[in-house]
């Protein structure tokens, strides 16, 4: 019986197994990179406990620049990407970090969404200087030019991460979500 019944859950598997297998990897995965490109990013937008604000390339510009260096994943040479701090551009919709405003940042976390469907998470903490010792920014710029199509007007870059997995192209938007909003 129990051989049935593993034969069985083989071939209800089988099929999905075999469709996750030959879908293409996204961005960091063991794949070769080959998914289809999203639409150019042309406005990112914030949403902080369900308010969004929306920022174009001008507003970014208008926010203090950060410097990142990263070595590139198929050159391995240094790139140098320029644009705000992730954590500047959540202060501009009002997510500050202070001393009182401290113990809340820490239950909170970030997704952010390339145009592609392609998301990463950080916990807050880590775009924060007080607690990490790395920089995310979202990028406007690549060695002091403005970012290609392939690119998009802006992408994130985190200077602590050691692989590019969680880098993104063409991000659209950055949602900022309270962990203990969504506890059992």
């Known amino acids: 019986m129990r051989t049935i019944f593993l034969l069985l859950s083989a ?5 999905q197994l075999v ?14 990179h080959t998914h ?17 604000k929306v920022f174009t390339l001008a ?7 950060v410097n990142v ?9 240094d790139m140098t990407w320029t644009g705000p701090l992730v954590s500047d551009v959540a202060a501009a ?11 809340h940042l820490m239950h909170r976390y970030a997704v952010v ?15 924060l200087s007080t607690f990490h010792k790395g920089q995310a920014i979202i990028a406007i710029q690549r060695d002091g030019a403005p970012l290609p199509d392939t690119i998009g007007q802006f992408a994130l870059f985190d200077s602590a991460d050691i692989k590019t997995a969680r880098r993104i192209s063409n ?8 962990a203990t909003d969504t506890r059992p």
């Not at 469709?19 to 070769?32: E, F, K, L, T, V």
């Not at 507003?59 to 620049?65: F, V």
């Not at 969404?113 to 775009?127: H, I, M, P, R």
């Open 69 to 77: 260096t990263v070595v590139d994943g198929k050159t391995k040479k």
């Open 59 to 65: 507003d970014l510009k208008a926010l203090p620049q």
């Open 171 to 178: 991000v659209a938007s950055i949602e900022i979500r309270n």
């Open 93 to 103: 919709c009002g997510l500050v970090d202070t001393p009182d405003t401290e113990h």
């Open 36 to 52: 289809q490109p999203g639409p150019v990013s042309t406005a990112l937008s914030v949403i902080i406990d369900g308010k969004v």
């Open 11 to 15: 071939l209800i598997l089988s099929p």
């Open 113 to 127: 969404y390339g145009t592609d469907g392609y998301a990463v998470v950080y916990s807050y903490a880590e775009l």
């Open 19 to 32: 469709a996750q297998s030959s879908m293409p990897m996204a961005h960091g995965g063991h794949g070769d």
